[in-house]
């Protein structure tokens, strides 16, 4: 079966860090464009990173940019996203993403996490 399992989020104080862990199952990572996306209550879905799977050059929304950070280890099958300096505006269920289509931004995803809640408050 294919699918992906997300894991590491939390409540975390503003200023603090998180790292949400992603691992794939039946797939193998490294053939997808690997991505990130999250929904706070009441707002649309967000894409906020990307690793593409041609040049595996990285993307990231302006409203994360400098602060957050996507990788992958592809021994481990396992996509990552580094959080510092989170605001309370960070505050929403993340998903992570894999897309098959070469060179793509991540925008044509077929497999989706099942989302963590990620909480930034005092």
């Known amino acids: 079966q294919e699918q992906l399992v997300e894991s590491g989020g939390g409540l975390v104080q503003p200023g603090g860090s998180l790292r949400l862990s992603c691992a794939a199952s039946g797939f193998t990572l490294g053939n997808y464009n690997i991505g990130w996306f999250r929904q706070a209550p009441g707002k649309e879905r967000e894409g906020i990173s990307c690793?593409?799977?041609?040049?595996?050059?990285?993307t990231y929304a302006d409203s994360v940019k400098g602060r957050f950070t996507i990788s992958r280890d592809n021994a481990k099958n396992t996509m990552y996203l580094q959080m510092n300096s989170l605001r309370p505006e960070d505050t929403a269920v993340y998903y992570c993403?894999?897309?098959?289509?070469?060179?793509?931004?991540?925008?044509?995803?077929?497999?989706w996490g099942q989302g963590t809640q990620v909480t930034v408050s005092s």
């Open positions: 993403t894999a897309d098959p289509y070469y060179g793509g931004r991540c925008t044509r995803p077929v497999h």
């Open positions: 690793i593409n799977n041609s040049d595996r050059s990285t």
